[in-house]
């Protein structure tokens, strides 16, 4: 099963974090559809929110895993395109859990505002 879980800051619901672990086993290796549609939509929102906003985001990548740290911005309207982007992923993660529960779970955590997030 894919694990996502998102962490948000406590007082402004600000995404601080996320991370996608494990396998959907939806299909054969190269032909599971779950672990294309997760892995097209995360990694694309890094590279979108890397692109268009010009923030590197701190990510560690390996066979079934992805986790992201989203950097403490201080220009306002960076920030707010940063979490747009994020939130569309978070969207499009639940329409794919919609779709697909038995092989993927979206879970939401909270943290302090500005701390290491623990995910």
């Given at each position: 099963?894919?694990r996502v879980?998102?962490?948000r800051?406590?007082?402004?619901g600000?995404?601080?974090?996320f991370?996608?672990?494990?396998h959907?086993?939806?299909?054969k290796?190269g032909?599971?559809?779950v672990c294309a549609g997760v892995?097209?939509?995360?990694?694309?929102t890094?590279n979108?929110?890397?692109?268009?906003t010009?923030v590197?985001?701190p990510?560690?990548?390996?066979d079934?895993l992805?986790?992201?740290?989203i950097?403490?911005?201080?220009d306002?309207?960076?920030?707010?395109?940063i979490q747009?982007?994020l939130e569309?992923?978070?969207?499009?993660?639940?329409?794919?859990e919609?779709?697909y529960?038995?092989?993927i779970?979206?879970?939401t955590?909270?943290?302090?505002?500005?701390?290491?997030?623990?995910?």
């Amino acid at each position: 099963m894919i694990r996502v879980n998102i962490e948000r800051g406590r007082d402004s619901g600000a995404i601080q974090a996320f991370k996608v672990s494990g396998h959907a086993f939806y299909g054969k290796h190269g032909h599971d559809i779950v672990c294309a549609g997760v892995s097209a939509v995360t990694v694309g929102t890094v590279n979108a929110v890397e692109k268009l906003t010009g923030v590197t985001l701190p990510s560690e990548m390996g066979d079934g895993l992805l986790q992201v740290r989203i950097p403490v911005e201080t220009d306002k309207s960076r920030s707010e395109q940063i979490q747009l982007l994020l939130e569309s992923m978070v969207v499009m993660i639940e329409s794919i859990e919609e779709a697909y529960g038995k092989y993927i779970t979206l879970a939401t955590s909270t943290s302090q505002e500005g701390g290491k997030p623990s995910c």
